[in-house]
């Protein structure tokens, strides 16, 4: 009966040994399917992340070069601005400046026949008194005329220029130098850094 109930007690362990080995290799195995989940969330989870943040990388790229053609643009059209406003004001430089020298011009303009005038009648008055007051007139013009750079056109023997001269007579000639010249000047004429104000009214000579 000893003998049995031993057979039977060793049977019993082996059976208990076998579960416990069953048992453990079901929990090593268990545990290595969780390792093997828990790999496969981290693996999802970087991918994820990757994704993420090449999608954020690109969308920087993109808002980059967006920002730097807009840099590009508000550039050329501060460039555009700048030049234009280099443009109005250039010429709104020239225009004043054209504006006063017509308005200059036109006021000078007027003192030249009192000019004309004053000159005719010193060749006229006989009385020195009255001459002189005359003379004194005639000479603040001309101190106007030399302070603003008024200058009389050259005429008398100088060759006939169209530009400067109004022929209202020809004289005939035989003498070649004398040919094309001014013999008379009827009328002074006069100038203001290069603007006729008025042309020498003369006679030319002509073969």
């Given at each position: ?82 030049n234009d406003f280099a443009n109005y004001k250039r010429r709104t430089l020239d225009q004043t400046a ?110």
């Open positions: 009966m000893a003998k049995k109930h031993s057979k039977k007690n060793t049977a019993i362990n082996n059976d208990d040994v076998k579960e416990d080995a069953i048992s453990k290799e079901s929990e090593e195995k268990i545990d290595i399917e969780m390792e093997i989940e828990n790999y496969k969330k981290t693996v999802c989870f970087l991918r994820d992340e990757r994704d993420a943040f090449e999608e954020a990388a690109e969308k920087a790229k993109k808002d980059s070069e967006k920002f730097k053609s807009a840099a590009i643009d508000l550039k050329n059209q501060l460039e555009i601005m700048q054209l504006i006063k020298a017509e308005a200059q011009a036109t006021l000078i303009s007027k003192f030249i026949p009192v000019l004309d005038i004053t000159e005719k009648a010193l060749k006229m008055i006989t009385d020195e008194s009255t001459a002189e007051g005359v003379r004194m007139i005639e000479n603040q013009i001309k101190d106007i005329f030399t302070s603003v750079g008024v200058t009389e056109i050259p005429a008398l023997d100088e060759y006939f220029n169209p530009s400067y001269h109004n022929a209202v007579l020809r004289e005939k000639t035989d003498d070649d130098e004398m040919d094309g010249k001014v013999t008379e000047v009827y009328q002074k004429g006069y100038e203001l850094n290069g603007k006729i104000l008025r042309p020498s009214v003369v006679k030319v000579a002509a073969k």
